[in-house]
C-alpha cells in the first residue's frame, strides 16, 4: 500500500473556508512583521541623515543663546551711543535683526532637515504595494 497514490488525503486537502482564512491570517501577519520592519530601517536610516542637521541645529541654539545677548546688548549700545539713539530703542533694532538672521538659519537647517526623510517612499510605496495585494487578496477569494 505504500506505493499506491492517496484519493482524499486529508493532509493535502485544503479545510476549506477557515484554512483559507487562516491562511489569509498568517499572511497578513508576516506582511505587517516585514512593513514594520522596513519602517524601522527606513527610520534608521531617514536619523542617520539627519544627524547633522539635528546636531548642528542644537549647536547653533546653543550658541546663538550664549553669544547673542552680549552681542546684541554690545552692538545696541554702541549704536545708542553712535547715532544718539535712546539705549532702549537701538536695543529694540539689534534685537529684531538678530531675530531675522535666527529665522534665517533656522530655514536652511530645516530645508536640510526636511530633505532627510526621503527614504520613507520606499516604505511607502512598499506599503501600497501590500494594500493592494490585500484587497486583489480578499477581491479574488470569493471567486
Given at each position: 500500500m505504500a506505493h499506491q497514490t492517496l484519493l482524499n488525503?486529508?493532509?493535502?486537502r485544503p479545510n476549506g473556508l477557515m484554512g483559507n482564512?487562516?491562511?489569509?491570517?498568517?499572511d497578513l501577519a508576516t506582511l505587517a512583521t516585514l512593513q514594520t520592519k522596513l519602517a524601522a530601517a527606513d527610520m534608521r536610516e531617514s536619523l542617520l541623515k539627519a544627524a547633522p542637521a539635528i546636531g548642528g541645529l542644537a549647536v547653533l541654539g546653543l550658541i546663538s543663546v550664549a553669544g547673542m545677548t552680549a552681542l546684541v546688548a554690545g552692538l545696541a549700545l554702541w549704536l545708542a551711543e553712535a547715532l544718539q539713539l535712546r539705549?532702549?530703542?537701538a536695543l529694540m533694532f539689534v534685537g529684531l535683526g538678530s531675530l531675522v538672521i535666527a529665522a534665517l538659519g533656522a530655514w536652511l537647517c530645516t530645508r536640510t532637515f526636511g530633505s532627510?526623510?526621503?527614504?520613507?517612499?520606499?516604505?511607502?510605496?512598499?506599503?501600497e504595494r501590500n494594500l493592494a495585494w490585500i484587497k486583489t487578496t480578499l477581491t479574488q477569494s470569493g471567486r
Open positions: 488525503d486529508k493532509t493535502v482564512v487562516s491562511s489569509f491570517g498568517n539705549p532702549a530703542v532627510s526623510f526621503s527614504t520613507f517612499r520606499r516604505s511607502s510605496e512598499e506599503f
